[in-house]
């Protein structure tokens, strides 16, 4: 890892705020391409995703999803599950934006997409007794798109154009449907 990416994840624990933001940009903007960095901060991330501090949570959440692109052993295929609690962290904020970010881990491959879509689809059809429900639903429709925009995979749309038909509210189902024009 380079001394850039390693201060950066120093920083992340500074007390000036503003310095853990730009850390936390740097490192979400350098894992939009694969890095050969990431097992060197894999472990790490993982007991993050359990962490008594929910941004360290939150961190690890986004960083992970970002990261699975470059992950040439699959460990995301093992590591997912974990991951996936995160988006249904006690606090929302933090898992909101794992969710957020968790369709970058369908970038991986096939393996790691029809994981991903399978706990997606799960999500959006049986998690209606969660509170926020519909906005959790709406963050799995726009994590479709944006899968759907960087793969150009037909699957994709048609997957999220069954979740949008399942909504019985056509307020939300309207509202769904907007992620997608």
């Known amino acids: 890892m380079d001394h850039i990416t390693k201060s950066c994840f120093k920083n992340l624990e ?17 894992t939009n391409e694969r890095v ?24 690890a959440g986004q960083f992970l999803s970002a990261l699975a692109i470059s992950d040439p052993e699959k ?4 590591d997912f599950p ?39 689809i799960d999500r959006f059809k049986n998690g209606i007794d969660e509170k926020n429900y519909t906005l959790i639903r709406y963050d799995l429709i726009v994590g479709l798109k944006k899968l759907y925009d960087e793969m150009k995979n037909e699957q994709i749309k048609e997957i999220a154009m069954e979740l949008i038909e399942y909504e019985e509210d056509s307020k939300y189902r ?5 992620a997608w024009k």
């Open 14 to 30: 500074s007390r000036d705020k503003n310095l853990q933001y730009e850390a936390f940009q740097n490192i979400i903007h350098a």
């Open 82 to 120: 974990a991951l996936w609690e995160v988006t249904k962290d006690s606090k929302f904020v933090t898992a909101r934006h794992t969710l957020q970010s968790i369709w970058k881990v369908g970038l991986a491959g096939q393996e790691q997409r029809e994981m991903v879509l399978s706990y997606m």
């Open 75 to 78: 460990r995301i295929l093992h």
């Open 36 to 59: 050969d960095w990431a097992y060197e901060v894999w472990d790490q991330l993982l007991d993050w995703l359990t962490d008594s501090d929910h941004h360290r949570r939150a961190r």
């Open 174 to 178: 309207k509202k769904y449907m907007s």
